[in-house]
């Protein structure tokens, strides 16, 4: 019994013992996968341990059938796949063995395309940009200049009222057109004077409140009552209160005062009562003989005088458009900005160009120059011509082109002119005007690059709204520098013997063929 004792002790230490060695031999394949070298030529613990392939890319790529014994993992992961191919295609069993990395992805790859659809707001942005700047040729619109508003409306309104800036085509009585002479002075200045204006009415059309005056200073201040009357009523050349009032005319003080062309009123200047007349006040000697010639006027002074009458009579024409604003700097000195501001180069211009224009197709139909001949200095006059002005000629074209040249004699230069002359900003206002012929000139040069319609007509018509300088920029599609550059040169620039360009000289025919006054749209309270 002992002794059966004693050999199962001893048969159970050994089987401890066995035991005891079995756990020994299992513990050693885990101490070898803890070492990352030594597990590369251990296979077979590869495919129990997907962890630590995962942290070695290279032993996964090394064990194709652990790429193939996951299907799922990869067919669940295809926009990883389709929205980075490049790094899809190039490393498949990366991307199949790791989806959580795989499917991290698309997250960053999903927010590129927002970065992408903001550029066609930028693009679609850049055309505004492209049309604003087109090509800009010489002669352009150019923007318009601010309209005028009167600062006192009732005015413009009393004037429109009478119809101060409308042509009208009636007797020269409905027109209010008035000429009085002296007791004095030979009535048949009174006949030709109303042919002559009947007939430039039929041109420009009748404004109203025009007056021609003409007095004798041989004759006695009784003869000239019918005159001083009149300038009493138009309160010329001051009313009542004014220092210049004069209560009992006399020759003397219409010599003193004697002016073409003037303007007095029969209302308040400047209120809603104003009714502004224009007029000429002319001795006889100038009237009868035209230029003060010593020796019985003939029918070249009488064609002298009727150029004289039409150029003055642009005058008023020029005035009724500017209306309450007047015309040019004299009008309003303290304030010259409120005025139309036009420039004496144009307001001489276009009056002595118009009546030129007037008397070439018109002058065979007054009736005291018909079969009429005149010898001057031996030679027989020509009456079509009847020394009728230079501003559209081709002989003071060229004569300019030699003057800035150095070329005229000190004789053959008109006064105010040199060598050195040129347009400028200083022509525009009759204290710093040259009075050089060439100024009135820049009229023709505005009408071969538009027309004399544009000069005569289109320029009047807006220049109340506009100024002057705006109707300027607005017919002529050009700034005053550039035209007044473009004018100088074209007498500096080819030679002396050059005609005149395209459309400087009038046209052929009656001037309502090319420049129908009729046809102004005046300035109203509507427009």
Known sequence: MRGSRYFFLIALLSISLWIVGCSSESVEPQVVAAIPPTATPVPPPATPVPPTATSVPPAATSVPPAATSVPPAATSVPPAATSVPPAATSVPPTATSVPPTATSVPPTATSVPPTATSVPPTATAVPPTATAIPPTPTRVPLPPRPTHIPIDASVKARLISIGFNVPQTGSLDEAN????????????????????????????????????????????DEDIQPLGERLTE??????????????????????????????????????????????CIMEYEKFGAYRYEPVPPTAKNHAQLAIHDAHEYFHHYQKAHALERGLDLASDPDNPETTVQAPRWWIEGAAVSFSNAWYKSNWDSLSFMKDQKVSWYGEDFNLANANNGYVATADFFKKTKRMVRGELSEHEMGAGCTSDWYLHEGEEDAATETRCFSSLMAVAYMAHLTSWKTVWIDIPQDYYDLGFWGSFEKHMRMEKQEFYDAYNN????????????????????????????????PESDTN
Request: glycine content about 12%; aromatic content about 12%; overall charge negative.
């Open 177 to 220: 057109h008035e000429f009085i002479g002296g007791l004095n002075v030979d009535p048949t200045y009174k006949e030709r004077w109303v042919e002559v204006q009947n007939s430039i009415n039929s041109v420009l059309g009748g404004y109203p409140n025009f007056i021609m005056m003409a007095y004798d200073k041989s004759g006695t």
């Open 234 to 279: 138009l309160q010329f050349p001051g009313d009542t209160n004014s220092s210049m009032y004069v209560e009992n005319w006399t020759v003397q003080d219409l010599d003193r005062y004697k002016t073409c062309l003037t303007g007095g009123d029969t209302g308040k200047k400047g209120t809603s009562t104003t009714n502004p007349h224009s007029m």
């Open 490 to 521: 074209l007498f500096t620039s080819g030679d002396v013997n050059d005609e005149p360009p395209e459309g400087w000289t009038f046209p052929e025919g009656p001037i309502s063929g090319y420049a129908d006054f009729l046809k102004i749209v």
